[in-house]
């Protein structure tokens, strides 16, 4: 009833159908289903009881003349000194010149807004003359986009709710609504969208968070069983004499850390059990060189291995690194990427299929159907967080049980962790080898660039590179070119007895490659950059790295740039160019100059940006909640991994009529087949 398309609802035609898939929204369910991320509270309050930062309604009286200041022909500021309680504060008026007029000396005046405290002010969003109460005290915000306003939203939400509300049915076991004392899922969503007070959508989150939680543990939980279930995973079996030949023919020895994981990881490779391990280790910990020992050891046991990574160029970089350690070894390695086409793909793929190559190295082009293995013994990704999880259920699916080892620079705070990748064994690589000078970074204003130009000026003379990373501008590709144009098109000017190069996601994989090993040979000494360089790009004599615009980065991606440079034996530095306007945005800039330690940053990232934000951008591998938010409801989560757990591994869950709609959902994600359901 609810999978109908929104059409389906009296007063939604193709028109508003249309705009609504701007937020993809398609089904009735979904329209039901898109819920306020916030929700504006017009309770009066006293500024007492008022936090800074805080939205806060209150009643005041007019304690001066308004003054209104004119900034251009649009905009404007308008200040007035209002009395509330015991607080004598200023409210500012942005672009309400109007407002005025009600502003009269002594008059009371109900106003809305954000309280800063420090400096006694509200910014008001909204405003009434005299005292006022209003009848929905506790109103939804809801984001929107395209043509779609709030205000229409919520017409529509309402017909759905009216014409279609009684269809929604319970999904949760009454064992657990019971034992949480949730309220219906119907109830739930009606008062989400319409909630008559704040406890009255605080309940309804509670549910609908513990769902959600829920059904995504299952998901995971039940993966898992799924994995663990196929026993016969690969056993390997190398001579060990042979690996510890090849480390000590490393051109160093392994830090203490590094000799740990491999330790780990080569134990796992040799148990019949499905290894599904995750190697973290910061920036420059080495982790490339772990990967290549057992993917070594996975070859001499005459299974085949597999590199996966997220770009085309480090894809490129890995196959040059992992070639050098490998080749001395009589081990063959391909790259496949897009640009291989036609019949180079064609022979590539039948070698591999013959089990002629013993690794490749690729982009998740490599989990692609018409991929072949022989014997896949060994998948490693790196950099994974930009997997999804069923990209990751892909490649765990291809080859004959091959063992899993994912990678991250990215160190994963606690209850992530949990979420991401439910119990997978973690190793870390917790120690840089020795000899590293940390990366001194400086926070500049923009309106410093000249001094930072000469200071670049200064490396390049001692015969260093340096990256230079442009503006990120979300979701357009075509603005974050321009950027970097511009950019590059400026430091030609300045530099002039260097060469600048320009690289940037729109170029050719072999243009990317030109540009890359151009600068890798000192072809080219400065790199002006889109993020393409984001990840693993390892170019020692690089010392410096400026970043535009830093302040629209989190801490995590800033620290993966910065990694690029600090890769050889002289001092480097990192320079982030940033004019932040919020509080976070500078705290962000300063915990960047205080310290190197990626868990340190990845912990505050966490904290500072959420956990949407916190893996960078889109790619994320984070799943995406409607409700439910991993910082602050990490006890919900909790509850649900255990919920899920149990679930699981009870007969009754995969028997009882109770838990029909979970299995079912199950089957929907495609986890569960339809004839386990008897
Ligand atoms: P990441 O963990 O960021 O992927 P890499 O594997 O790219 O780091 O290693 C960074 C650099 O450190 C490389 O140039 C690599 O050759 C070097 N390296 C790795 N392990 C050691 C070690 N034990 N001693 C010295 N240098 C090392
Ligand atoms: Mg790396």
Known sequence: MLNQPVTAIKGIGEEKANELESLRIYTIKDLLEYFPYRYEDYRLKDLADTKHDERVTIVGKVHSEPSLRYFGKKKSRLTVRVLTGRYLITATFFNRPYAKKQLT????????????????????????????????????????????????????????????????????????????????????????????????????RRRMIYEELLLFQLKMQ?????????????????????????????????????????????????????????LQGDVGSGKTVVAAICLYAAIKSGFQGALMVPTEILAEQHYESLQQLLNPFDINLSLLTSSIKGKKRRELLALLEKGEIDLLIGTHALIQDEVNFRKLGLVITDEQHRFGVEQRRVLREKGEQPDVLFMTATPIPRTMAISLFGDMDVSTIDELPAGRKPIETYWAKHDMLERVLHFIDKELQKGRQAYVICPLIEESEKLDLQNAIDVHATLQQFFTSYRVGLMHGRLHSAEKDEVMSAFSRNDIQILVSTTVVEVGVNVPNATMMVIYDAERFGLSQLHQLRGRVGRGSEQSYCILLADPKSETGKERMRIMTETN?????????????????????????MPEFKIADLVHDYRALEVARQDAAELIASTAFWQENQYVYLRHYLENEGILEGEKLD
């Open 105 to 204: 000396l002594g008059s009371e005046i109900t106003l809305t807004g954000k309280w800063d405290q420090h400096r006694m002010t509200i910014t008001v969003s909204d405003y009434k003359s005299g005292p006022y109460e209003r009848k929905q005290q506790y109103e939804p915000v809801y984001s929107v986009a395209g043509n779609i306003t709030v205000k229409g939203l919520k017409r529509m939400i309402l017909l759905a709710m009216q014409q279609y509300g009684q269809y929604i049915e319970e999904i949760l076991p009454e064992r657990f609504i019971l034992k949480y004392k949730l309220i219906s899922r119907k109830e739930a969503v009606k008062r989400l969208h319409f909630p008559v007070d704040f406890e009255d959508a605080k309940q309804a």
């Open 222 to 278: 039940a993966l898992r069983k799924g994995n663990r279930e196929n026993k016969q995973g690969v056993k390997q079996q190398f001579e060990l004499a042979e690996i510890k030949s090849f480390i000590k023919d490393l051109p160093f020895p392994l830090t203490k850390a590094q000799q740990r994981v491999v330790n780990e990881i080569l134990t796992d490779m040799t148990s019949p059990y499905r290894m599904n391990r995750l």
């Open 597 to 621: 330690d990626g868990f340190v940053l990845s912990q505050k990232d966490l904290e500072l940006r959420g956990p949407g934000d916190f893996f960078g951008y889109k790619q994320s591998g």
